[in-house]
């Protein structure tokens, strides 16, 4: 088993910065991906970002232009930096990393971590 433990998180005035970073408790093979979901109250949870295991990048369009996913292998590690936030960037963010099994892909959660972005 995978832990995940995300930290970063905070509360920010609309314009500032975060770096969200997510740590795995051992060294991960076989990843397909490493990604930021969000849920704020009220919403489903909703992809952020993701980067694949050859460095490709896909963001939601909400936050293309203000938020970077970027990952350390070497770290175990995989950060999403957040600049010019805004209010409705306010929800609680979860580290995903999808694995390659042997039957399948596996998914590993962290616990989340909240931003609270206030206007």
């Known amino acids: 088993q995978v832990q995940l433990v995300e930290s970063g998180g905070g509360l920010v005035q609309a314009g500032g910065s975060l770096r969200l970073s997510c740590v795995a408790s051992?060294?991960?093979?076989?990843?397909?991906?490493m990604a930021w979901y969000r849920q704020a109250p009220g919403n489903q949870r909703e992809l952020v970002a993701i980067?694949?295991?050859?460095?490709?990048?896909n963001y939601a369009e909400s936050v293309k232009g203000r938020f970077t996913i970027s990952r350390d292998y070497a770290k175990n590690t995989v950060y999403l930096q957040m600049n010019s936030l805004k209010p409705e960037d306010t929800a609680v963010y979860y580290c995903?990393?999808?694995?390659?099994?042997?039957?399948?892909?596996?998914?590993?959660w962290g616990q989340g971590t909240q931003v609270t972005v206030s206007s």
């Open positions: 995903n990393v999808q694995v390659r099994g042997a039957l399948g892909a596996n998914d590993y």
């Open positions: 051992r060294s991960i093979f076989n990843i397909i991906a």
């Open positions: 980067i694949s295991s050859t460095g490709i990048t």
